[in-house]
């Protein structure tokens, strides 16, 4: 069964960080585009960032670039998401996923598998 398992979510104030991580496992995502993806309260869910099959790659919003970093370690089958100065407009459960290949992508319906999410709220 494949599963992706979000952590790292929580409470945090305005201009903090927060690490996210996603542990694989079923299978290994280490020839796959990995992705970080949320969703606002009332919103659609939104692209945030995405990360290559070897790491050489990495696409964000423009929401969120220059503040977010996506990383991954294809030896851990993990995905990592650093958030820093986070705003309150970042508020969101986040969602980390498999695209369908190696191709990278910000659509979300290019995305195949789903973890459950985890909240991230930032007050102000």
């Known amino acids: 069964q494949v599963r992706l398992v979000e952590s790292g979510g929580g409470l945090v104030q305005a201009g903090g960080s927060l690490r996210l991580s996603c542990a694989a496992s079923?299978?290994?995502?280490?020839?796959?585009?990995m992705g970080w993806l949320r969703q606002a309260p009332g919103k659609e869910r939104e692209f945030v960032a995405a990360?290559?099959?070897?790491?050489?790659?990495?696409y964000y919003s423009d929401s969120v670039k220059g503040r977010f970093t996506i990383s991954r370690d294809n030896a851990k089958n993990t995905v990592y998401l650093q958030m820093n100065r986070l705003k309150p407009e970042d508020t969101a459960v986040y969602y980390c996923a498999a695209a369908n290949s190696a191709t990278m992508t910000r659509l979300i319906r290019e995305y195949s598998y789903w973890g459950q999410g985890t909240q991230v709220t930032v007050s102000s």
């Open positions: 079923g299978r290994t995502f280490s020839g796959t585009t």
């Open positions: 990360i290559s099959w070897n790491g050489g790659n990495t």
